[in-house]
């Protein structure tokens, strides 16, 4: 048996389960999502039995399928925002979830404005999960026992919430840089959204140098890179995390389509 698997093995006869994130994309923004360049299918969250289904941007349902994973068994669906790039399969995605919407189970967590004005969760989809929650800022969630901390608003178009799953792990949706930012996201293993190579004022998105800030002040223990744009895509996003690793002496990885890890 693999080393890694022994060790799975070993935690759960302990009752200490691993968790698992799966990248169903890496793509960021509209023209890595529009041309597929990457997928752009979100996280996958699994902790034990508890499965979550992290920003399913377009593509994600084709995802899950080639994965094998049976979404009837998927407890809860998390938006960071309602961009597209992170809701495009909610909808099929809450279908899926309940079964075609004939099993009442499951729940929704997003921001308010994925669901007023303009919302990108459909009214006749919403009567299928078993409860839909609003984020709030600063706030703690459990589903099944899987709790996360919700940071405060980022700073972006719509309203965004960026994740704190204990001290494993931290993910930096999508933010221009704040003060505070690294501190409200600090875990061991961090997957940060790094859209863009230089940095542009007003867009309010992180680019290498705000991810490397990022790194520098929160240090865990290995730092994700992932949701490229174009422009960190065409910089090489192995080269990009090697440059990080080697400036700043911290474990920086570029992410990759289907990666998995066990945290
Ligand atoms: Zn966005």
């Known amino acids: 048996m693999a080393p ?11 009752g200490v389960e691993t968790l698992k994130l799966t990248f169903m994309g890496t793509a ?7 041309k597929q ?52 399969d909610v909808n099929v995605m809450l279908e899926a979830m309940t079964d075609g919407g004939f099993q009442h189970r499951g729940q929704l967590f997003c921001p ?7 919302p990108v969760v459909l009214e006749y989809v919403r009567r299928f999960p078993r409860e839909i929650v609003r984020l709030a800022p600063e706030t703690t969630y459990s589903v ?6 919700t940071s405060g608003r980022h700073v972006h178009q719509s309203e965004t919430y960026g994740f704190r799953f204990g001290e494993k ?12 930012i690294a501190e409200q996201h600090r875990a061991g293993v961090m997957i940060i959204h790094t859209v863009l190579r230089d940095c542009i004022p007003h867009l309010p998105h ?12 929160a240090k865990p223990r290995i730092a994700f890179l992932t949701h490229y744009g174009m422009t960190v895509w065409r910089a090489n996003p192995a080269d990009v995390a090697a440059g990080m690793s080697q400036r700043t002496g911290i474990d920086v990885r570029a992410a990759a389509d289907g990666l998995s890890i066990e945290l």
């Open 4 to 14: 890694a698997a022994d060790a799975a093995k070993c935690a759960a006869a302990l």
């Open 28 to 34: 960021g923004a509209r023209f890595m999502v529009a």
């Open 37 to 88: 360049v990457a997928a752009s299918g979100g996280l996958f969250l699994e902790d034990g039995n508890v499965k979550l289904a992290l920003d399913p941007g377009p593509g994600a349902i084709v995802q899950y399928a080639q994965r094998k994973v049976d979404l009837t068994t998927l407890d809860a669906i998390v938006l960071s925002h309602r961009h597209l790039d992170h809701t495009g």
């Open 112 to 118: 308010s404005d994925a669901l007023d004005d303009d």
């Open 144 to 149: 099944d026992g899987l709790s996360f901390t």
């Open 169 to 180: 792990l931290g993910w930096v949706t999508d933010s221009g840089y704040y003060d505070g």
């Open 206 to 217: 992180l680019c290498i140098a705000d991810a490397e800030r990022i790194v520098r002040e």
